[in-house]
């Protein structure tokens, strides 16, 4: 398995080596139904896993709820 987060920078700006990696892509700002299809179905999974560690708790900080 692969580092979703190496997926995902890959999905939107290539790979290093690629030719056009880092590069802007005209798909950032004219999006369609089908790329965001695509988006949902490679990345969608990862949603839930991110958003839960990011729920409202004691903050390390403080230790006060947010």
């Known amino acids: 398995m692969t580092d979703p ?3 995902i ?3 939107w700006y290539f790979p290093l080596g690629h030719a ?3 590069t802007r892509r ?3 700002w004219k999006s369609t139904p089908a790329f ?3 988006i949902r179905e490679r990345f969608g999974g990862l949603i839930e896993p991110a958003t839960a560690r990011s729920r409202p708790g ?3 900080r403080t230790g006060r709820w947010r």
């Open 5 to 7: 987060i190496h997926d």
């Open 26 to 28: 005209e798909i950032w």
């Open 58 to 60: 004691p903050t390390r």
């Open 20 to 22: 056009e990696h880092g």
């Open 9 to 11: 920078l890959d999905f």
């Open 36 to 38: 965001d299809a695509e």
